[in-house]
């Protein structure tokens, strides 16, 4: 296996592909030198190659883990150097624009498959990477009329070794999907952040930060580089999903405005939970509850 | 001590004081039956009385832990039945609206200081109470010019014994510190899960939520109860910073539409963080990753 970009997801996917023995060695390639001495210095990587068609040419197995906005070039630049069946695959957390073009940048008798494990931390660079990370998470394919059956299920294979559920998806209905549940809310955290630079805003509040802050935006620190290219590459189903979101704000606003004293109090009690109506706050504040429990643990 | 209100925090704050050894006795007073007897059970309260007047006439120091919507009626409720000389604090998340008021119900001979330890869960009742729910929290205590110094100085004994910093802060500035550094992030996080309900969302999506999703969403399971309260009796300062955040959010969308491929790694690389013109999207995500480091672990 050949990872092309070692950083936090290519590093664990090394080092949990090798834990669990299904690949024989991995290669690495990033254009950053650094992160491919430490990947070898700890264990993530098996060698490296400074040399493109080097580092891919005897690969079964190509996984770009690169920021999605080189996605592309890189699967551009590998193409002419794979082997006859190599496959190649990515764990971008941008689908819709990419995959059809991805697949199109490759020879006849290589095979692509996209993908995308719904893992991460707001942690970045390989010496973050773990072998856990993808235990019991889920990873996304999104297959297209062009892809081939049997290198998908070589691909899925490889993500139910370590442990990860595989679902298959629709790459625009994948973008919409991670919009709502991870796009928006580290676009609302960085927002949070931004917040403190408003002209009327002091950061002194930070100093009586609450854990909901704290949680709220952890995700804040999560590489730079790496969310600019998610933003700009997601961004018709991340603005969309930004506006549902304000309309949610206005809506809240008025119910801030027109709670009631007591309300939540008898709701509780008389646990009424029909949406007849506009909501009042007291609705909203207790279906919030209802829904924060869907979410997996 | 007496403790009126018996959920995480009343119940948290007499398990600390009781540790700490700085109270004789905890006595506690619920509307609620069931939780005074799961406090004595759970070893939070020494005992409790279901007559306000027999819960607070020996007490030194009366902490109010109710819900702030109900703290004002509580003070008037208390007020006939103090002995002279006692102190009553609260803890309240809410001050501007409050402090005055509350002070206006006491007798003479009798003192308020109005208090908010920045701590909490998003779990509530007392079977969440834990002793060292405080340790290395800060307390703010919002003094005015009407309060006794000797009283505020107790007050702050109380919490300083329990490994919290005290700070005295303004009323109103705490409610505007606070709408930012927690109100709004809790309203944002049920704002998000409200989303889940807007027509054009399915609840699908939950499915496959990140770890941002979940961090970001923590606090959208707290009390309703306790919650509905404070937006309601903070919406001033929350509705105004949900007006800056909502301009700051226009501010994002405009620097999403504008970002360029590769801008984020032009500026890791030459560390540019001047704020001149309008801000391009890899410089609000840098930003952001510098604020956030701000926030006190």
Same mark, same amino acid.
């Given at each position: 296996?050949?990872?092309?970009?070692?950083?936090?997801?290519? +590093?664990?996917?090394?080092?949990?592909?090798?834990?669990?023995?299904?690949? &024989?060695?991995?290669?690495?390639?990033?254009?950053? %030198?650094?992160?491919?001495?430490?990947?070898?210095?700890?264990?993530?990587?098996?060698?490296?190659?400074? @040399?493109?068609?080097?580092?891919?040419?005897?690969?079964?197995?190509?996984?770009?883990?690169?920021?999605? +906005?080189?996605? &592309?070039?890189?699967?551009?630049?590998?193409?002419?150097?794979?082997?006859?069946?190599?496959?190649?695959?990515?764990?971008?957390?941008?689908?819709?624009?990419?995959?059809?073009?991805? &697949?199109?940048?490759?020879?006849?008798?290589?095979?692509?498959?996209?993908?995308?494990?719904?893992?991460?931390?707001?942690?970045?660079?390989?010496?973050?990477?773990?072998?856990?990370?993808? @235990?019991?998470?889920?990873?996304?394919?999104?297959?297209?009329? @062009?892809?081939?059956?049997?290198a998908l299920l070589k691909v899925a294979r490889l993500w139910k070794g370590l442990g990860t559920s595989v679902?298959?998806?629709? =790459?625009?209905?994948?973008?919409?999907?991670?919009?709502?549940?991870?796009?928006?809310?580290?676009?609302?955290?960085?927002?949070?952040?931004?917040?403190?630079?408003? =002209?009327?805003?002091?950061?002194?509040?930070?100093?009586?930060?609450?854990?909901?802050?704290?949680?709220?935006?952890?995700?804040?620190?999560?590489? =730079?580089?790496?969310?600019?290219?998610?933003?700009?590459?997601?961004? +018709?189903?991340l603005l969309e999903a930004l506006d549902l979101y304000q309309e949610t704000l206005e809506k809240m606003k008025?119910?801030?405005? $027109?709670?009631?004293?007591? &309300?939540?109090?008898?709701?509780? %009690? $008389? $646990?009424?939970?029909?949406?007849?109506?506009?909501?009042?706050?007291?609705?909203?504040?207790?279906?919030?509850?209802?829904?924060? %429990?869907?979410?997996?643990?």
């Amino acid at each position: 296996m050949t990872v092309i970009g070692v950083g936090l997801i290519g +590093g664990s996917l090394a080092l949990a592909a090798k834990r669990a023995k299904l690949v &024989e060695q991995v290669v690495g390639y990033s254009k950053r %030198r650094g992160d491919l001495y430490k990947a070898v210095a700890l264990g993530v990587l098996d060698r490296y190659s400074l @040399n493109l068609s080097k580092a891919v040419q005897e690969a079964d197995l190509v996984v770009l883990a690169t920021p999605v +906005g080189v996605l &592309e070039s890189m699967t551009r630049a590998i193409a002419p150097y794979l082997k006859k069946g190599a496959i190649v695959t990515d764990v971008g957390s941008v689908k819709g624009p990419l995959v059809s073009k991805m &697949e199109a940048c490759l020879p006849d008798g290589t095979f692509f498959v996209g993908g995308h494990p719904i893992a991460g931390s707001e942690k970045s660079g390989v010496s973050a990477a773990l072998p856990t990370l993808f @235990n019991r998470s889920v990873a996304i394919l999104t297959p297209t009329s @062009n892809t081939d059956r049997k290198a998908l299920l070589k691909v899925a294979r490889l993500w139910k070794g370590l442990g990860t559920s595989v679902v298959e998806m629709d =790459p625009i209905k994948h973008d919409q999907t991670m919009a709502v549940v991870s796009h928006l809310p580290h676009l609302l955290a960085y927002g949070l952040m931004e917040l403190f630079f408003h =002209p009327r805003v002091t950061m002194q509040p930070l100093s009586f930060s609450a854990g909901s802050l704290r949680d709220f935006t952890r995700v804040a620190e999560s590489s =730079p580089e790496i969310w600019h290219d998610i933003f700009r590459m997601n961004q +018709g189903a991340l603005l969309e999903a930004l506006d549902l979101y304000q309309e949610t704000l206005e809506k809240m606003k008025k119910a801030i405005c $027109n709670a009631q004293p007591g &309300e939540a109090t008898a709701h509780t %009690r $008389n $646990n009424v939970h029909h949406r007849s109506g506009p909501e009042t706050l007291a609705q909203i504040l207790m279906h919030a509850k209802t829904v924060r %429990r869907k979410i997996r643990p």
